[in-house]
Every structure is written in structure tokens, then in C-alpha cells.
């Protein structure tokens, strides 16, 4: 089982950054997807971008352009650069870790991934 522990999280004003950082261990595998996600108050949760361990990445239109997201294979850390935040960041950031073959139809579907982290709170004030 794979043990997920995110950081990073924070309360900016709007155009600020954030870096948050996903941290697993207990991998036995040679194969995996890494995402992130998150879920505001009120609403379900969305995929947000997704990263293989062979660096391919894939995200969603609303943070195309603003968010990137990165891997650091030998510490076992994914990374998820935020730039120019708005209130509508605002939410609850999760990461995830899938070992099943994703697509651009799947990846962003919380059911594909089998480990999750326990969040960290990102605040975006205007």
C-alpha cells in the first residue's frame, strides 16, 4: 500500500504561488500515475493534473498555462507548482497515486486511483 503525505498549502492573495509537495512511499512497482486533485466546499472533486513516472504529464483546462506538475523520482516527491491563483483555486488539494493504465478520458476520474494522501488546504483571497 502506498502511503501518500502532502505539504504545502497556504492562504495567498490572488496572482500569488504556491508549490505543494506529495511525498509517497511504500511503492513496489515500476509503473504508476501520480495526480493531483482537488475538491472546494460544496462541490466534487476534480482532477486538477496527472504525471506518469516516464514524466508525462496531462492537465485540466482550467489550470493549463498556471499550474505544473513535477516529479522528483529518487525522493519518491511529486511536486504541483501554482502561479497567478484566484479565489476559485480555493480548495482542498489532494494527491494520488493510480497503477492502472490511464487515459485522457480517465485520468481525471477519482475512482482510477487506489491511494490517497490527506490533503493540505489552499486559500486564495481577492
Known amino acids: 500500500q502506498v502511503q501518500l503525505v502532502e505539504s504545502g498549502g497556504g492562504s495567498v492573495q490572488a496572482g500569488g504561488s504556491l508549490r505543494l509537495s506529495c511525498a509517497a512511499s511504500?511503492?513496489?512497482?515500476?509503473?504508476?500515475?501520480m495526480g493531483w486533485f482537488r475538491q472546494a466546499s460544496g462541490k466534487e472533486r476534480e482532477g486538477v493534473a496527472t504525471?506518469?513516472?516516464?514524466?508525462?504529464?496531462t492537465y485540466a483546462d482550467s489550470v493549463k498555462g498556471r499550474f505544473t506538475v513535477s516529479q522528483d523520482n529518487p525522493e519518491n516527491t511529486v511536486y504541483l507548482q501554482m502561479n497567478n491563483l484566484a479565489p476559485e483555486d480555493t480548495a482542498m488539494y489532494y494527491c494520488?497515486?493510480?497503477?492502472?493504465?490511464?487515459?485522457?478520458?480517465?485520468?481525471?476520474?477519482?475512482?482510477?486511483?487506489?491511494?490517497w494522501g490527506q490533503g493540505t488546504q489552499v486559500t486564495v483571497s481577492s
Open positions: 494520488a497515486a493510480s497503477l492502472f493504465v490511464l487515459s485522457a478520458d480517465s485520468w481525471s476520474s477519482p475512482e482510477e486511483y487506489t491511494s
Open positions: 511504500g511503492y513496489g512497482y515500476s509503473s504508476y500515475w
Open positions: 504525471i506518469h513516472d516516464n514524466g508525462l504529464t
